[in-house]
């Protein structure tokens, strides 16, 4: 198997998009938390930049927060990516036979076991990081339990796509709970109405506009031609931008400018490798 094929297959050029929507989760999580434990080390309610510099106060710690909190989450979406291509082989082996399974680079086993392998250390990944910090003892294996529904969530879309319209919304839900999952490594145990505004406010849009994605991407499929490939790469690349909208309102301005840089990757990988 060539290297080539692998990133095809996991869809590596998407991968920015799933790291703004983690940092996102994290970020709006520490934002609530804030708010409600005011006894916490962190403070009550901090201004941005306290919350910013407690969190990254060097710059490597920043580095390593981001590729610790992104490399489950891209695990998790690359699994989901390869189990997709496994389960419409048959499929793609008519309409688009130069992927990297019915195209003979990667053989359907092999991708099976890598989808697997994927999803499984992907829900282990997030609960190392759940467990890497001090501050877990708040919310234990909150963010692991929702990890593990964000991967059945994964399988259950890609077992149903083919026969429903109605899955967009699990793919939709998909994208929501890696907000959610990350932010529930600060979330406080009790749903405050913070929680509603700063995390479930985030994941609904991401569900709303990920199932948008999906309802035209089915449709371009279907050869109606009102929205074509490179409109749908667009949308995916653009993904980041609403993070950055969410992030901005809650006055976490440079964490912003990081998800505007991961719609900016998108984009430039998306000329490298398709993320269709």
């Known amino acids: 198997m060539k290297l080539?094929?692998?990133?095809?297959?996991?869809?590596?050029?998407?991968?920015?998009?799933?790291?703004?929507?983690?940092?996102?989760?994290?970020?709006?999580?520490?934002?609530?938390?804030?708010?409600?434990?005011?006894?916490?080390?962190?403070?009550?309610?901090?201004?941005?930049?306290?919350?910013i510099e407690a969190i990254t106060h060097e710059p490597w710690n920043a580095l390593l927060l981001i590729v610790m909190l992104s490399v489950p989450f891209s695990l998790l979406y690359s699994g989901g990516m390869i189990l997709n291509d496994y389960i419409d082989r048959g499929v793609d082996a008519e309409e688009r036979p130069g992927r990297p399974i019915p195209s003979g680079r990667v053989r359907a086993k092999t991708a099976l076991r890598l989808s697997v392998i994927?999803?499984?250390?992907?829900?282990?990944?997030?609960?190392?990081?759940?467990?890497?910090?001090?501050?877990?003892?708040?919310?234990?294996?909150?963010?692991?339990?929702?990890?593990?529904?964000?991967?059945?969530?994964?399988?259950?879309?890609?077992?149903?796509?083919?026969?429903?319209?109605?899955?967009?919304?699990?793919m939709g839900l998909c994208r929501g709970l890696v907000v959610i999952s990350a932010a529930s490594v600060k979330q406080p145990p009790a749903m405050e109405a913070a929680w509603w505004l700063f995390v479930a406010g985030p994941a609904v849009t991401l569900i709303v506009y990920t199932?948008?994605?999906?309802i035209v991407?089915?449709?371009?499929?279907?050869?109606?031609?009102?929205?074509?490939?490179?409109?749908?790469?667009?949308?995916?690349?653009?993904?980041?931008?609403?993070?950055?909208?969410?992030?901005a309102a809650m006055g976490l301005w440079p964490v912003s400018l990081f998800c505007i840089a991961c719609a900016g990757m998108t984009k430039l990988a998306h000329r490298k490798v398709a993320g269709s």
Request: charged fraction near 15%.
């Open 4 to 51: 080539r094929a692998l990133l095809e297959l996991c869809r590596i050029s998407n991968l920015p998009t799933v790291w703004s929507n983690a940092v996102l989760g994290y970020f709006a999580g520490a934002q609530v938390f804030g708010m409600v434990r005011p006894n916490s080390p962190w403070g009550g309610r901090q201004s941005s930049r306290d919350l």
């Open 118 to 170: 994927a999803l499984l250390v992907g829900v282990f990944g997030v609960w190392l990081f759940e467990n890497s910090f001090y501050w877990f003892e708040y919310a234990p294996w909150r963010a692991t339990a929702f990890a593990a529904v964000l991967a059945l969530a994964i399988v259950s879309y890609n077992v149903t796509h083919q026969r429903t319209a109605r899955s967009v919304l699990l």
């Open 211 to 214: 199932a948008l994605i999906s």
């Open 217 to 247: 991407a089915r449709r371009e499929m279907e050869g109606n031609r009102f929205a074509g490939t490179k409109t749908i790469m667009n949308m995916i690349a653009a993904m980041p931008l609403l993070d950055a909208v969410w992030l």
